[in-house]
């Protein structure tokens, strides 16, 4: 059973006055803001003689774990800033307090519905003693905790080793780390390996500042790691490149699979061809898993390249017709894989299963290209399929069991149920252009399924397919695609009109 080492704040004020380093509020304080603070308290006056090589040891494991998962309660950000005139302590010179006032800055956070902030850090069941050991010394030193933020920011901290259940009962929002850089979403700072030793030097520097009639300005903390946190609603952008085949060449939407499957072997021939080596999230992985999707029967649902003809849609004269075509990473992605693609595949020919060159892939070149490819990726809170959803499993003909497989198609696909605020299947098509789900082509390993009759008779038949409508409580990126066949076209979505 996986254990988490839990720290959890409880503000004795209900506002966070800390400011990230572009000056705007931060939420939720960062980890480099909690690791500096522990490690104030734990050498605060007197206790700074009772500092120890074991609790030098604990806080170098602690900078060397994993970015934390955090969770917060609801808070509102103060509609408008105000300031404050504080003493300048700087401005010695003149003695007229009101001609050496500063000002201050507030816009504080507000705590709705609680007043505690966990961060929990994942220890492995396999971990040594030692790990532990260093655990416990850090849920000591949480104790001396006193300030969060700004000194008017007062806390007390409580740390401890959880189980999984345990950290599942905690409530509030889920802010998960992501790596790399991601617009729009909060950037954190957290401590990596040597930060223990810079935020050391940084002291000593603070305190030799003033030498005689010389001064020194103290040097700022530099050894640390910048990550993106976004709640467990919302997903990391998902890089993609977008393609469109030539003047006169165009699929039926309803042979989507088709098109996906021969831009599929366009991308193997080219990864066997080239040095590249695919990675996701700093790890290697197999071309054959990556780009051909080969997973030898398992139920394992590992990164991959997603192929995605799109159709024409969204205008009165839209035909449903597929021009284009998008290779789509997996959520999080770092896009080096899709630049591959980029590179690799232009101006490449698409061929089918006969040899036959059936169109070429160019860079958009139809002035109404990047609108249309707009549709599919930019990010958007309603959504509706153009190519139906393929349920992973059979639903009787029931709209409720339909749904059920529907929401764990979600999880399937890696999206949260709890970003979903409405949810609406049916037959029938969204777009002008689209088809029933009945008429479209499906892979081999999906048209035909073996099952069993509860009288135990095997039958074959095909998977349930609907149309569905989702609106997300916060926009959600794209491209998104949903169900048995999201990495060959089916299950497509496009944003709504709202």
């Known amino acids: 059973m996986r254990r988490h080492l839990c720290i959890s704040l409880t503000f004795l004020d209900s506002r966070f006055h800390g400011k990230a380093d572009t000056g705007e509020p931060e939420w939720p304080p960062s980890p480099l803001r909690l690791f500096q603070a522990v490690l104030a308290g734990s050498r605060l006056g007197c206790r700074n003689a009772q500092w120890s090589t074991e609790k030098e040891a604990a806080f170098q494991w602690w900078e060397r774990c994993a970015p934390p998962l955090i969770i917060t309660p609801t808070v509102r950000r103060a509609s408008t800033p105000y300031t404050l005139f504080v003493p300048n302590n700087d401005a010695d010179k003149k003695f007229d307090r009101q001609a050496r006032l500063t000002g201050k800055t507030v816009w504080p956070h507000h705590l709705l519905d609680g007043d505690t902030v966990h961060y929990l850090w994942l220890i492995d069941d396999g971990d040594s003693a030692t790990v532990l050991s260093h655990a416990e010394w850090i849920c000591r030193e949480v104790r001396h905790l006193v300030a969060l933020g700004w000194g008017i920011d007062h806390v007390v901290g409580h740390g401890c080793v959880l189980g999984e259940e345990k950290v599942t009962a905690l409530s509030g929002h889920r802010w998960r780390p992501h790596a790399g850089h991601w617009p729009g979403h909060v950037q954190s700072r957290v401590p990596r390996m040597g930060t223990l030793h810079d935020l050391e030097q940084c002291h000593v520097s603070f305190l030799g500042r003033v030498d005689g009639n010389r001064y020194s300005p103290p040097s700022r903390p530099t050894t640390f790691s910048v990550v993106s946190y976004l709640r467990q609603t919302v997903l990391p952008p998902r890089p993609c490149v977008a393609f469109e085949l030539s003047e006169g060449v165009a699929f039926r939407q309803v042979d989507t699979v088709k098109v996906a499957a021969m831009l599929r072997s366009l991308a193997c021939r080219c990864a066997r061809q080239d040095t590249h080596e695919f990675c996701f999230n700093d790890g290697a992985v197999d071309a054959e898993v990556y780009v051909a999707g080969h997973v030898n029967g398992t139920k394992a649902t590992p990164p991959r390249f997603s192929y995605l003809p799109i159709p024409s849609i969204g205008h009165e004269h839209a035909d449903g017709m597929i021009r284009r075509l998008v290779i789509a990473e997996p959520y999080g992605g770092d896009s080096t894989n899709a630049a591959w693609a980029r590179l690799r595949l232009r101006n490449q020919a698409l061929t089918d299963k ?145």
């Open 354 to 498: 006969e040899g036959h060159q059936r169109g070429t892939l160019l860079d958009l070149w139809r002035r109404s290209s990047p609108a249309m490819i707009g549709r599919y990726v930019n990010a958007a809170r309603s959504w509706c399929t153009v190519t139906p959803v393929v349920l992973p499993g059979l639903d009787d003909g029931k709209h409720a069991k339909a749904e059920k497989l529907f929401l764990a198609a979600l999880q399937d696909a890696g999206i949260p149920v709890d970003a979903i605020q409405e949810l609406a299947l049916r037959k029938a098509p969204y777009w002008s252009g689209s088809q029933h789900p009945a008429h479209y082509r499906m892979p081999d390993y999906l048209a035909a399924r073996e099952y069993r009759t509860r009288q135990g008779k095997p039958v074959q038949c095909r998977l349930p397919a609907w149309h569905v409508r989702l609106l997300f409580r916060e926009s959600f990126p794209g491209p998104l695609a949903i169900g048995a066949g999201r990495h060959c076209g089916l299950g497509l979505f496009a944003a709504a009109e709202s």
